[in-house]
C-alpha cells in the first residue's frame, strides 16, 4: 500500500522517482504484482500498476541492448532468467523487463511487451504478440501471428484478457480490452474489439455481446450488412456457432475442434 501511494504520488506531481517506480517494474517482472486481477466481481484493474509502467517509460532512457549477436537501442531491457522460471523461449522470441512469464511457458519467436501477465503451461507460437498489460491465463494457446492489443492508456482502462485454456486461432486479432472466456475457441483471422459485435447464433434468435466472449464458446468470422446512404455494405463481426464439449477438448488442434462443428479447414 505504501508504494502504490508513492506511485499515485509521482503521478499527480509529475516527479520521477526512481526507486519506486523500479521496485514496481520490478515487482511485475516477478509476477508479484499484475495490472489485473480476476475476483469474485470478475476483473479489477490495478490503476497504480500501469501508472507505475507509464512513469517507467518516462525514466529510462534510449540505451543499446546486447543479446549474444544481437544488438537493439531500446529503454526497455529484455528478461532474463528463463532456466530459473522454467520458461522456453525459442530464438529470436522476446520478452521485456516488467513482463512475466509462468513456468511452462513456450515462447516461440514471438513478442510479449512489459505489463504482460502469461498463465502456466501457455504456447505462445510463432510471431504471435502479447501486448502491453494483456492478460494471458493458464493453458492458453496463441497459434501463428496472434495479435493481442496492448492497453496501456489511459490507466484505469481494461487490458485485453484471455482466460485460462482459450484457444486463439492463426492470425486472430483481439485488441481494446475484449476478454475472451475461459475455454473459449477463435477461430483464424476473427478480429474482436470492442465495437464488433459477438453474436450467437445457435439459438432461434440472435444474442448479440460486445466486448466479451462467453465461455467455451466456439467463435467465427462473420459479416452483418448495414444500410448507408451510399447502400448496403458488410460489416465485421464474429459469430458463436457452437460451445466446447468434452470431447471438444480432447482434440488435438483446432482444425479437429472447427471439424465437429462441419466447419471446412
Known amino acids: 500500500m505504501e508504494l502504490e501511494g508513492r506511485i499515485d504520488e509521482l503521478w499527480e506531481t509529475g516527479e520521477l522517482d526512481a526507486a519506486p517506480i523500479e521496485e514496481s517494474i520490478a515487482l511485475l517482472d516477478a509476477g508479484d504484482v499484475r495490472v489485473a486481477e480476476r475476483g469474485a466481481a470478475g476483473w479489477t484493474v490495478n ?46 522470441g522476446v520478452a521485456r523487463h516488467g513482463s512475466f512469464l509462468s513456468e511452462g511457458v513456450v515462447l516461440m519467436p514471438g ?3 512489459i505489463g504482460a501477465w502469461v498463465g502456466p503451461r501457455t504456447m ?26 496492448g492497453v496501456l492508456e489511459p490507466p484505469q482502462a481494461r487490458p485485453v484478457i484471455v482466460e485460462d485454456g482459450a484457444f486463439i486461432g492463426s492470425r486472430a486479432v483481439i485488441v481494446e480490452g475484449v476478454v475472451v ?14 465495437s464488433v459485435p459477438v453474436i450467437d447464433v445457435t439459438g432461434p434468435e440472435p444474442v448479440e455481446h460486445r466486448g466479451h466472449v462467453p465461455p ?20 465485421p463481426c464474429a459469430l458463436i456457432v457452437g460451445a466446447r464439449s468434452a470431447s471438444t477438448d480432447r482434440k488435438t488442434s483446432l482444425n479437429d475442434v472447427l471439424r ?6
Do not use: M
Request: hydrophobic residues 45%; aromatic residues 8%.
Open 181 to 194: 472466456g475461459e475455454g473459449a475457441v477463435i477461430a483464424p483471422n476473427v478480429v474482436l474489439s470492442a
Open 216 to 235: 467455451r464458446s466456439v467463435v467465427l468470422p462473420g459479416t452483418r450488412t448495414k444500410a448507408y446512404p451510399a447502400g448496403n455494405y458488410d460489416l
Open 124 to 149: 505462445i507460437d510463432t510471431w504471435a504478440t502479447v501486448g502491453s498489460c494483456a492478460q494471458i491465463g493458464a493453458d492458453v494457446h496463441l497459434s501463428g501471428g496472434v495479435g493481442i492489443g
Open 111 to 113: 513478442f510479449v511487451n
Open 47 to 92: 490503476e497504480w500498476v500501469k501508472k507505475a509502467i507509464l512513469l517507467y517509460f518516462r525514466l529510462r532512457k534510449v540505451e543499446r541492448v546486447e543479446v549474444g549477436d544481437l544488438e537493439f537501442l531500446d529503454k526497455i531491457p529484455v528478461k532474463r532468467n528463463y532456466a530459473d522460471l522454467g520458461v522456453r523461449v525459442v530464438p529470436p
Open 260 to 265: 465437429e462443428f462441419e466447419i471446412a479447414t
